[in-house]
């Protein structure tokens, strides 16, 4: 391809992605289709011989657009949002156009500056403290990661990653049993082990926040034990039902028992924008030594682009730093991110960001996600009334519910929902109950969307209720 085809071609694609969002709302959130079904249009072998792009694109728009489970769609409101603002999906085509490997300074250095800029405005946006620093990276898995993995090298003395961690002794985590699942493989990746990760209780209703005595009373009986703990890993903003830690409380732990404390506020993060959320649910966030959340959630910009901030990132640097010689960089005062991370290759996703906030403002960002939360606020409340039962209540824009009938009747309350294609939502578990998981997080979505959820889910469930009453 040469550049006028380029040239001709991307245009076409970008008109192409114009006319696929206003027409969103026309689709099914998730497509008709069983597996199999867009393999078998697929060759099963590769070409010998290149094929015209005409070609390529007509096979293009018949096999991929009615196959896709539409994560823009405004009307999904299943897991937590991957959010595509358009001017942050024409910051990732310049990019993916320029296509730097920002692995380096010296490799890419305007990515590298503006990265650390970028990291900082959102630092000040989200009320973090002044002389925290960060890095931008793939997701809130590979953060926490890092995280678990400096918390492992500053328990055992900065020694495993030379010696092994045969003569560390037994390293322990501790979080809530809320906490992602991340987490776990977090523990399972560093070399610590799932029986490590102590997964403490929760406190219940309205915070479903980690029991602080429980984790005190766990610190207490492994040392005892002479166990050694390593760190606690923190949620606000748990998948499950939103749940969120007291920071203050557990920071405060933290800080006696001396142990490391990341934060994971994947979803949750995005709005402590809002002084008034971040008011009520992060004081304490200080005591943090890393935290991370996901502008590709809810603020806007296109995946991947996770951000974890850290108080002091010598630590991070001295457990995943490594530099052969051709990675080396003379000069001064300069930062090379792929020391803070674990891949050595980064794209620059510092661009959608900077894109993203001059064009929206951080006023305008905060406006949809308080309208997000009034809104899912509204749909639980119009479901309450209609008889459904509210198993959580929201935080932010989350919350679940429950129809008629035993866990299998939810289950295909969801099956039924999902297959008809006006909304999409997902189930989840509660105490041991089956629950409808309903969030309310896309970009473009509107009160009316939310709104004929609320219509669509009281049709269906009634619907299921006469089809179990006349079988």
Known sequence: MDWDEFERWGARAAEFGAAYHRGLRQRPVRPDVQPGDAADLLATAPPETGEAMEA??????????????????????AYFPANAAPVSMLAEMLASQMAPQCMLWQTSPVATEMEGVMVDWLRQALGLPNGWAGVIQDSASSATLSAVLT??????????????????????????????????????????????????????????????????????????????????????????????????????????????????????????????????MWPGVEFCDSVVFNPHKWLGAQFDCSVQFLKDPAQQIDTLKIEPEYLKTTGTGVVNYSEWTIPLGRRFRALKLWFLMRYYGLEGLRARIRNHVAWAQEACDALRAQGFEIVTEPILSLFTFRGGGDDGAQQRLVDAINADGRIYVTQGAHRGRKVVRFQVGQFDCTRDDVMLAVDVIAEISAREAGGMHNG
Request: proline letters at 4%.
């Open 56 to 77: 390529i694109w007509s096979d293009f728009l018949s096999v991929v657009p009615d196959r896709l489970t539409h994560w823009q769609h405004p009307r999904f409101f």
């Open 151 to 280: 918390m492992r090298e500053r328990a055992c003395a900065w020694r495993g990653n030379r010696e092994g961690l045969s003569g560390a002794g037994q390293l322990r985590v501790y979080a809530s049993a809320q906490a992602h699942s991340s987490i776990d493989r977090a523990v399972w990746v560093a070399g610590i082990g799932q029986d490590n990760l102590v997964k403490l209780p929760d406190t219940g209703a309205p915070s479903f926040g980690l029991d602080v005595a429980a984790l005190k009373a766990a610190i207490a009986a492994d040392r005892a034990a002479g166990h050694v703990p390593a760190g606690i890993i923190a949620i606000t903003g748990g998948t499950g039902v939103g749940a969120w830690d007291d920071l203050a409380a557990v920071g405060a732990v933290a800080e006696e028992e001396r142990l490391y404390l990341h934060l994971d506020a994947a979803w949750a993060g995005s709005a402590m924008i809002c002084p008034e959320v971040r008011a009520a």
